[in-house]
C-alpha cells in the first residue's frame, strides 16, 4: 500500500493499524484487537484496536477545544479544504478500490463507484455549504410589534458530532457524515464499522492531511457493542449522525438523550407491480434491486407484490435475467457481478430466513443454495406478508412474490410494515404511479426505479422504524447547524 498511508499502521504482516486519538495516530493502551477478517477467503486483512474509554474521553476534549478555533475559519476557506478531501480520494482511487473489494467483498465495479461518488458528493457539501444562509426578521410582521425588534438569525455548527457508519457503504456513507460536519464548522467523533474500519482509517488519514486542526477529527475503532454505549451517552457529544440497522439505531435512540439525532437505518423495500408495468425496466430493475451488493443494501428491493396474473407473467422472466446478470465468484475478478455476503453470522441469518419461510409454505422458484459465503440469488413465492421474511430485513440477496387480489391489498401490507425506507412502483401510467405513491408511508417512492439514495442532492429518509431525520446535500448541511437567533430591542 501506497507510502501516504505509512504512517498509520505498524508493520508486520497482518497490520496492527494505529486509531486516530484527538487526532493523532496512537497504538491503543488496551490490549484488545480485533481481527478484520476478507469475506472472500477468510484472511486476516489487519487487527484494529478497541479504543478505551479513556482515549474517547481525550478524542472528544480535543474535539471540543478545536472547534471553537475552526468555525472561525471562513467557510470558504473550510470549503476549500473539504474539496481537497475529494481531489485526494481521487488521486488513491486505485488503493481505496482494491481494500474496498477484499474488506468487505464489493465488485470491482460497485467499489469504484462507491469512491468516485464519494468523492463528487465532497465537493458539492463543499459548493452548496457556500449558500447556507442566515436571515434577518422584523418584529413588525407580527401583530403587537413594530420595528423596534430586529432578529439577526445565524446558523452555526451544533459543536462535536458522533458520526456512526455502517459497513456496507464505508466510505461512501462515512464521507456523507464527515465531509457536512468539517465544512459547516463542526468537529468530528467517527465510529467507523468494524468491517469496512481499514478502508475508513485510510480515510480518516487523508482527512487529516488537508491541514485541519489537530484533534477536528478522531476515528475511534472498536466493537460497536462495547464502546457504543459510552459513545452515545457520553456528555460532550452534541448530536449523533448514524446509519445502520433499524435495532441498533432504537437502542441508540433510546440512550442518547436531547441531542438532534440523524438516523438512517433498515430497509425493507417493496416493489408494486401495476398490470401496464414495462417489462424490460421493470425485471432489469428488481433483478439488479434484489441482486446488487449481494443484497446486502438498505435501499436492497425485498419483496414484490402484484395481481397474480401479473406476478404469473414476471416471476419466470426475473428469474432468466438473474441468471444472465449474476456471475457469482471472487470479487476480485473484475467480471464478477455478485460477491459473498460480510460474515458467517450474515449466511446464518439468511438460511434461517430461507428455511423458516420454506417451512411455512413459502416456495424457492429459483436460487437457495448457499457455499461458504456466497449465497444464490434466491427467489421465493407463496410467501405471506406475515412471514418473518416479509416483516424484517433480510441482508443478503433474496426477494419474495406476493399474489395480492387488489392493488389495495398490496398498499397495506406495505404501510403495514414497520419500515418506511423506500418502494417501487412499476407502471407506464405516470398518473397511476403516482396515485399509488401518494397511499404509501415511506420515506421515497420511485417510479420505474428500484428504490436508492440519490442522486444525492435529493432528500433521502426513513419513516417509522427506517430513521429520523432527512439527508441529502442541503438537508445535511442544514442538521449541521442550528438557529442562533440574536434578537435586538432598540431603546427608545
Ligand atoms: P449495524 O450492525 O447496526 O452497525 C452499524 C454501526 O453501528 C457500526 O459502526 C456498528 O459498529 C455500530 N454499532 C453497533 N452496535 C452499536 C451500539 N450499541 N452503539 C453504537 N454503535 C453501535 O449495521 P450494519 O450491519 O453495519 O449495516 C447494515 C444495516 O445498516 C442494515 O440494516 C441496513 O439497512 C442499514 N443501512 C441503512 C442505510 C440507510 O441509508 N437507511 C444505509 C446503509 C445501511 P460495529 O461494526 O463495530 O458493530
Same mark, same amino acid.
Do not use: H, W
Given at each position: 500500500m501506497d507510502d501516504f498511508f505509512k504512517e498509520m499502521q505498524n508493520p508486520g504482516i497482518p497490520p496492527t493499524y494505529k486509531c486516530c486519538v484527538g487526532g493523532i495516530w496512537k497504538d491503543s493502551t488496551s490490549s484488545k484487537t480485533i481481527d478484520v477478517i476478507s469475506?472472500?477467503?477468510?484472511?486476516?486483512?489487519g487487527r484494529v484496536y478497541q479504543v478505551t474509554h479513556e482515549e474517547i474521553d481525550e478524542s472528544i476534549a480535543k474535539a471540543k477545544k478545536a472547534q471553537k478555533e475552526w468555525q472561525k475559519v471562513p467557510i470558504v476557506k473550510r470549503s476549500q479544504m473539504v474539496h481537497l478531501i475529494a481531489d485526494w480520494i481521487r488521486q488513491h482511487e486505485v488503493s481505496l478500490t482494491e481494500l474496498l473489494i477484499v474488506e468487505i467483498g464489493k465488485t470491482y465495479a460497485d467499489a469504484k463507484d462507491e469512491i468516485l461518488r464519494s468523492a463528487d458528493m465532497i465537493d458539492y457539501f463543499a459548493n452548496e455549504a457556500l449558500n447556507i444562509k442566515g436571515q434577518e426578521l422584523s418584529? +413588525?410582521?407580527?401583530?403587537?410589534?413594530?420595528?423596534s425588534k430586529l432578529a439577526l438569525i445565524e446558523r452555526v455548527p451544533v459543536g462535536v458530532i458522533l458520526a456512526i457508519a455502517p459497513f456496507n457503504y464505508p466510505i461512501n456513507l462515512s464521507v456523507s457524515k464527515i465531509a457536512p460536519a468539517l465544512v459547516t464548522g463542526d468537529a468530528v467523533i467517527f465510529k467507523p464499522p468494524t468491517q469496512g474500519a481499514i478502508s475508513d482509517l485510510y480515510l480518516t488519514e487523508i482527512i487529516r492531511r488537508i491541514? %485541519?486542526? +489537530?484533534?477536528l477529527i478522531s476515528t475511534l475503532t472498536g466493537a460497536g457493542s462495547e464502546i457504543g454505549d459510552y459513545l452515545v451517552t457520553h456528555?460532550?457529544?452534541?448530536m449523533i449522525t448514524f446509519t445502520g440497522s433499524s435495532q441498533v439505531g432504537k437502542a441508540i435512540a433510546e440512550k442518547a438523550g436531547m441531542i438532534p439525532l440523524q438516523f438512517e437505518c433498515g430497509g425493507n423495500n417493496p416493489a408494486i407491480v401495476l398490470t401496464d408495468y414495462d417489462p424490460e425496466t421493470t425485471i432489469g430493475e428488481i433483478v439488479k434491486g434484489f441482486c446488487s451488493y449481494a443484497g446486502q =443494501?438498505?435501499?436492497?428491493? *425485498?419483496y414484490v407484490l402484484g395481481l397474480k396474473p401479473t406476478i404469473d407473467q414476471i416471476i419466470l422472466s426475473v428469474v432468466k435475467k438473474t441468471q444472465e446478470y449474476i456471475k457469482m465468484g471472487?470479487? =476480485?475478478? *473484475?467480471?464478477?457481478t455478485m460477491g459473498p455476503v460480510i460474515s458467517e453470522a450474515s449466511v446464518a441469518d439468511i438460511q434461517r430466513r430461507i428455511d423458516e419461510a420454506v417451512k411455512g409454505g413459502? =416456495? %424457492? !422458484?429459483?436460487g437457495g443454495k448457499i457455499q461458504g459465503k456466497m449465497i444464490e440469488p434466491t427467489i421465493l413465492e407463496? !410467501?405471506?406478508?406475515?412471514?418473518d421474511i416479509i416483516k424484517t430485513e433480510t441482508f443478503g440477496p433474496i426477494v419474495c412474490f406476493i399474489r395480492v387480489s387488489r392493488i389495495e391489498e398490496a398498499i397495506e401490507i406495505v404501510n403495514k410494515?414497520?419500515?418506511?425506507l423506500q418502494a417501487s412502483i412499476f407502471t407506464k401510467d405516470e398518473g397511476a404511479g403516482i396515485s399509488v405513491a401518494r397511499q404509501l408511508n415511506v420515506g421515497t417512492i420511485q417510479i420505474n426505479s *428500484?428504490?436508492?439514495?440519490?442522486?444525492?442532492h435529493f432528500p433521502f429518509l426513513g419513516v417509522k422504524g427506517s430513521g429520523v431525520g432527512v439527508q441529502g446535500i442541503s438537508y445535511t448541511l442544514e442538521s449541521m447547524t442550528r438557529f442562533r437567533p440574536i434578537v435586538l430591542s432598540k431603546l427608545q
Open positions: 469475506p472472500i477467503d477468510n484472511s486476516i486483512l418584529g +413588525e410582521q407580527f401583530p403587537g410589534y413594530d420595528q491541514g %485541519i486542526p +489537530e484533534g456528555p460532550g457529544i452534541d =443494501r438498505c435501499t436492497a428491493i *425485498k471472487d470479487p =476480485r475478478d *473484475k467480471t464478477v413459502a =416456495r %424457492i !422458484v429459483y407463496n !410467501v405471506s406478508s406475515d412471514m410494515s414497520t419500515y418506511g *428500484k428504490p436508492q439514495r440519490g442522486p444525492d
